[in-house]
């Protein structure tokens, strides 16, 4: 059927609902780092900042109570949500937690919307890759837990870190409880490229949800989140555990461990890569065929292929390894003087800067004074102005005429010479007032 010309697209509310470790990374600061692009192609990203869209994903799931929960996130969701009604366009919340909301959070988060035409977006990944993956997210997040303890609770379902992985990496449980607010054709799932496939090509498919001209977006200064190698992670995994309750997280944690020693140091570094072998590899695609079967009973919109999410049965396992934590203590003792020479180059780097900025705040507190000095004579000379234009308005007149006219200037002078040679005069010896001598008889 050929679509009417001129016809109104109605707008859409676009709820990006993860999973986590599917390139969401990646999505959000191509979005976020050129958000007013977006918002000339009619896409607005509520709120100020993508840390307001973890604040909504606290708020929907209800955690605003917990103890370590920020308390502007009471509310935030009807925040975005009002602010998504007054715009016309088309509106995204994306952040990947929102996979963790069950289907009565997710029906009271939609309802918000009213009788807006709301879709979900689920972006998916092989679990060959996301296991991996994930568990170094853990560790990203100060877990201390191996690899090997990591599977075994996986194919168990036992302890809180499988359950989460499974909460939010069953891709088909997560489209169910979105898929009870919203219908099964708006629900849409973007598989992720398969390992070879073009770099563009998540965006590309991403974009083309959102009405956008992926052409138009830079994807060079977007930064992935990185994976790290055997032994890079087993370094974060043992500093987790010397850590003891040094750099908390909350708290400095993330900014400090994560962002720093682990995204910025260590990931990029050689090493061998981490990956599911021999049976946990075959444990691993079952349960994507699994999630793929009930996918397809969904009737959900599938961008890209669901093939995507059921990789080859085939691998080397000879170049990857299952058990970071039997890196030799050898190459740990290496990659760790490689970080602590890392580091060192980046506080250096940090301390010559603040060094500079210092300089800079006192070459402008002196600027400042100076500025303070200049105005303080300028207004003293204004004051003096006005008292003179208030008291003696001719003189003022006439010493402002006089600046203009060279000819007044003249007289002006003329005039005060005349005036100081009188007092001069005035005050030689001898022109004193001379007194009467006294009359007799006066009594005095």
Not at 323 to 348: M, N, Q
Request: charge should be neutral; glycine fraction near 8%; charged fraction near 25%.
């Amino acid at each position: 059927m050929t679509a009417d010309v001129g016809a109104v697209v109605p707008r859409r509310i676009l709820l990006h609902v993860g999973s986590p470790k599917t390139g969401t990374t990646f999505l959000q600061q191509v979005l976020w780092s050129q958000r007013e692009l977006a918002l000339a192609q009619g896409l607005l990203l509520p709120s100020a900042s993508f840390h307001d869209h973890y604040l909504a994903t606290v708020d929907v799931r209800e955690r605003t109570a917990k103890p370590d929960a920020p308390p502007r996130a009471v509310g935030m969701w009807g925040r975005l949500v009002e602010e998504g009604r007054r715009w016309s366009g088309n509106v995204l919340i994306s952040h990947e937690l929102f996979a963790g909301t069950t289907a009565a959070q997710a029906e009271r988060a939609v309802r918000a919307w009213g009788d807006e035409e709301v879709h979900v977006i689920v972006t998916a990944r092989d679990l060959v890759r996301q296991i991996p993956a994930e568990w170094q997210e853990h560790i990203k997040h100060r877990s201390a837990s191996t690899f090997s303890d990591f599977l075994d609770a996986l194919r168990t379902s036992e302890g809180e870190a499988a359950m989460w992985f499974w909460t939010v990496q069953d891709y088909a449980a997560v489209c169910r409880a979105w898929g009870a607010a919203v219908p099964p054709e708006r629900i849409h799932l973007v598989t992720v490229p398969p390992p070879g496939a073009p770099r563009d090509l998540l965006w590309r498919r991403f974009a083309g949800l959102l009405d956008l001209d992926p052409d138009r977006f830079d994807l060079v200064t977007s930064r992935a989140n990185q994976s790290l190698r055997a032994e890079q992670v087993e370094l974060l995994r043992r500093v987790n555990l010397g850590l003891g309750e040094r750099l908390p997280m909350p708290g400095s944690y993330p900014g400090t461990v994560k962002e720093v020693f682990a995204q910025d140091v260590l990931a990029g570094r050689p090493g061998v890569p981490v990956a599911l072998t021999g049976d946990h590899r075959t444990f691993a695609l079952k349960r994507s065929r699994d999630m793929v079967d009930e996918l397809e009973q969904l009737g959900v919109d599938v961008v890209g292929d669901l093939a995507d999410l059921i990789p080859d049965d085939v691998s080397d396992d000879s170049l990857v390894t299952e058990h970071p934590e039997a890196t030799p203590d050898t190459r740990l003792l290496a990659e760790s003087v490689e970080a602590i020479g890392a580091l060192l180059e980046r506080f250096s780097a940090e301390h010559e800067r603040a060094v500079e900025d210092g300089q800079v705040r006192r070459r402008l507190a002196d600027e400042l004074s100076r500025a303070r000095s200049g105005h303080t004579e300028l207004q003293m000379k204004h004051e003096r102005l006005v008292h003179d234009w208030h008291q003696r308005p001719v003189r003022h007149f006439v010493i402002g005429i006089s600046e203009q006219h060279p000819l007044v200037m003249r007289i002006r002078v003329g005039y005060w010479r005349v005036v100081n040679a009188g007092r001069f005069v005035a005050r030689l010896p001898g022109r004193a007032t001379r007194r009467l001598p006294r009359r007799s008889g006066d009594g005095r």
